[in-house]
């Protein structure tokens, strides 16, 4: 079976999560426009907003922030920040021991991003991966902060996230 096949048999519509991990957004000093524009175009896309949430940059909420979102049903989270290299961008180290499985959406996301900002791209440690739990499967793909990432990763992410659900399923 060849990819437009398992594609034309991937989920349409899935639930969703938008999870924007920034110590100032948190706190209300910065408006999250990635996080507004992440939801906004998954929602434009058909899919159904289970749960948005802003966390700081620490590692049990950012644990406690995927948890929520697959009580709220969600099969696919994206989170927005963290994925530098400061000492407080935390979200690669929280999140990927929660992977059963990780994808290689960091590699074509730098691939994207490198059309867009040149070599900076080497600076993000954008992924993905899948988790499995009580019979159920979430998808994550974790975007830089920036609405220039958001805007890139976007594309990618609804494009591909009804396939990753398909696969992660099997």
Do not use: Q, W
């Amino acid at each position: 079976m060849g990819v437009e096949e398992h594609k034309e048999n991937a989920p349409k519509k899935f639930r969703f999560a938008v999870v924007t991990i920034s110590d100032t957004a948190s706190r209300g000093e910065k408006e999250d426009a990635s996080g507004k524009f992440l939801v906004e175009e998954l929602e434009k896309a058909g899919h159904e907003k289970v749960l948005y949430e802003i966390v700081p940059d620490e590692k049990m909420e950012i644990i406690g922030a995927l948890v929520d979102a697959f009580r709220a049903g969600a099969d696919v989270v994206v989170t927005s920040g963290g994925t530098g290299i400061t000492s407080r961008d935390i979200t690669m180290e929280s999140v990927r021991p929660l992977f059963d499985k990780e994808l290689s959406f960091g590699e074509i996301f730098r691939l994207a991003s490198y059309g867009e900002i040149g070599t900076a791209a080497v600076m993000t440690r954008a992924t993905a991966g899948i988790i499995k739990s009580s019979g159920r499967v979430m998808a994550v793909f974790c975007l830089p902060g920036s609405l220039g990432a958001a805007k890139t990763g976007i594309k990618i992410i609804l494009n591909e996230a009804g396939h990753v659900l398909k696969h992660g399923r099997e």
